[in-house]
């Protein structure tokens, strides 16, 4: 099945109502090829012909609101949830790690950071050990953690069971 992107070429041909005969516009009668210019410039290329178009243009915008809904379903986890979670988060090298949530306000997270740092993030798993965690309790911005969601830092966060 064919879905057009865009036109390509389109064919003008002109019948006759006396002789039915068809005539291309280059076959003309000078006089004939005036009406059809004015003609041309009158007629609409039909939409159907820009289907295609649309139907990716709706995937996109589809896919765009989708990933913000994403987005504020897991900032929505972390302000409206549960006080103690686990949040999986991108570090500035590259690497991976994990934070537990302590206590969160509608202002600030008090956090301890995970001890462990890995490379590979399917790994994860691997360094979210209860003793992992640091004692001590740090105090973040709300609006920090919301600076590490747009940029696509946070990759999960969960309630600690």
């Known amino acids: 099945m064919y879905i057009p ?11 006759c109502t006396s002789c039915n005969n068809e005539f291309e ?7 004939n090829k005036t009406y059809y210019k004015n003609f041309k410039s009158k007629k609409w290329i039909p939409i159907w012909l820009f289907s295609g178009v649309i139907i990716i243009l709706f995937g996109i915008g589809y ?3 989708n990933q913000i809904k994403k987005n504020e379903e897991k900032l ?10 686990i949040i999986q988060y991108e570090t500035d090298n590259g690497n991976y790690t994990t934070l537990r ?5 509608s202002d600030f997270v008090w956090l301890n950071y ?3 740092e890995i490379e590979k993030y399917d ?3 691997q360094i979210g050990g209860e003793g992992n965690y640091s004692t001590d309790t740090v105090k973040v911005d709300i609006k920090i953690i919301k600076e590490l969601f ?7 966060i969960y309630p600690i069971k």
Do not use: H, R, W
């Open 5 to 15: 992107i865009s036109p390509y070429k389109t064919k003008n041909i002109f019948t």
């Open 150 to 156: 747009k940029q696509g830092k946070v990759k999960k």
């Open 63 to 65: 896919f765009a609101v």
């Open 101 to 105: 949530t302590i206590k969160i306000t």
């Open 114 to 116: 995970n001890e462990y």
């Open 76 to 85: 929505s986890k972390l302000t409206n949830g549960d006080q103690t979670q």
């Open 123 to 125: 790994f994860i798993y």
């Open 25 to 31: 516009p280059k076959n003309l009668k000078p006089e």
